[in-house]
């Protein structure tokens, strides 16, 4: 079998294990993985449709007829609400089952979506409605909107892009429900939505955003914000230790030690990745905000501002991450070898005062986005050079390092039909998150 890349390529599959035999554990990958369109067609081939990520907030699609237009890897789906209840949500893409128009141009509201080119029309659940021009012999009901595998849970949509290759998503909704109540994400509304445009792989992006090495150097907001970084973006035993005695202290107090769940790496093609932790943000903060001060009411029924800020990741490409009183969603988007689209929402309760201030609460992940696009478009652009080879994973890049090993496995045994040995699963140092009781270990980073 061949693989066709759109330069016309052709990738075979010998070549294709070869290359991924010859990566080095524990170093970077070499210049083909963050830039050739042969390897990222192989990936919108084989790797992309496994992948579960987040499509939309449930907000987005409020009342019953609501409906929207999202990207889901490369493809255009209509994410509509065909009833009142919390799972009443139906994605379909968005291609007209006569002559294959894009169905909806916009966001909108309707009993039907109607297409622009010949007014076919099909109901929110996506059987045709319009009947009367199908030649006869065609059964009209045969010709229904192709649905997207979507789930609905704790306010996120939650798409894939074909049934028969992803990962069953139930465990993952189980998982975080609990979790995405508890902060509230299933009542909130959007305040605010960035898109930061990347010039670099995918993998290049996401392999930014799973270490805190950078942060020291890169982020200076984010740095003086966020207590963790002591442990994650240094080497200093002291600073860990103290930091470790915060994180109990607070722990001991707040008692929700059982937050810690799930791998954020999973290490198997079978299972969708998904982890969800706690952890105080430090030095009294309320809340991420360049204060420390609330920056709009708190979400999910809390009484109080226990300064706590939730971490999830749900799948590969998107993750959560919840102060007391407002959400940031990430999603990464593929576009090409060489693109990757990051998008940012912001959440806030949905009763919060219409007058929150959404450059103050998009602050913390706004700042350290676009720092987060320059360094990775700089690493992008240095990929490229005649000299570039891989380098090594600091111990500060143990998750990075992880899940590029994870992708290679999980590459190779699509290529080859092989079943890989699954990796053991990649969890934070315990001591970054968990209560006294579990933080037995000296803090090793990574
Ligand atoms: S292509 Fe949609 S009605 Fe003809
Ligand atoms: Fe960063």
Redesign the pocket.
């Given at each position: 079998m061949q693989f066709h890349a759109p330069t016309g390529q052709p990738t075979d599959r010998e070549s294709t294990v070869h290359l991924i035999d010859r990566q080095r554990p524990g170093w970077s990958l070499e210049q083909a993985f963050y830039a050739d369109p042969a390897i990222f067609a192989l990936e919108q081939e084989l790797w992309f449709p496994r992948q579960w990520v987040l499509v939309a907030h449930a907000s987005e699609v409020p009342e019953k007829g609501s409906y929207i237009v999202r990207r889901l890897f490369n493809e255009e789906v209509i994410v509509a609400r065909f009833g009142d209840g919390e799972e009443d949500i139906a994605v379909y893409y968005n291609v007209?089952t006569?002559?294959?128009?894009r169905?909806c141009t916009k966001d909108g509201r309707g009993r039907l979506l109607v297409?622009p080119?010949?007014?076919?029309s099909f109901r929110l659940t996506g059987e045709l409605q319009s009947r009367q021009d199908i030649p006869e012999g065609v059964d009209p009901d045969a010709l229904g909107l192709h649905r997207v595998p979507s789930k609905c849970f704790g306010g996120l949509v939650v798409c894939g892009l074909e049934q028969d290759k992803l990962p069953d998503i139930q465990p993952v909704a189980d998982g975080l429900t609990p979790g995405l109540l508890e902060n509230g994400i299933n009542r909130a509304r959007i305040v605010a939505r960035k898109n930061y445009l990347t010039k670099a792989n995918w993998k290049l992006v996401l392999e930014n955003f799973l270490e805190c090495y950078h942060c020291r150097p890169a982020h200076p907001e984010y740095y003086r914000v966020n207590g963790h970084v002591k442990v994650t973006a240094t080497r200093d035993a002291d600073k860990a230790e103290e930091w470790k005695n915060e994180v109990e202290a607070w722990h001991s107090v707040i008692g929700d030690a059982e937050f810690n769940k799930g791998a954020w790496e999973a290490g198997s093609l079978e299972a969708m990745p998904f982890a969800m932790h706690r952890k105080p943000i430090g030095s009294g903060r309320k809340t991420l905000s360049d204060t420390g001060e609330s920056v709009s009411c708190l979400m999910g029924g809390r009484q109080d501002y226990d300064g706590g800020e939730s971490g999830f990741r749900i799948g590969r490409l998107s993750f959560a991450s919840a102060a007391n009183d407002y959400v940031t969603l990430f999603q990464m988007v593929p576009l090409s070898a060489t693109e990757t689209d990051v998008i940012l929402t912001w959440l806030v309760d949905k009763d919060a005062d219409a007058n929150v201030d959404p450059d103050a609460i998009s602050w913390m992940w706004d700042v350290t986005t676009v720092q987060d696009k320059k360094i990775t478009e700089d690493n992008a652009d240095g990929v490229m050079s005649r000299v570039y080879r891989p380098g090594p994973y600091t111990p500060l890049e143990s998750q990075t390092s992880f899940f590029v090993q994870t992708y290679l496995s999980e590459l190779r045994s699509l290529v080859t039909g092989e079943r890989s040995e699954p990796l053991t699963a990649w969890s934070a140092p315990k001591e970054l998150f968990a209560s006294s009781k579990a933080a037995t270990k000296k803090v090793v980073n990574g």
């Open positions: 007209c006569h002559r294959g128009s169905l297409c080119y010949h007014a076919w």
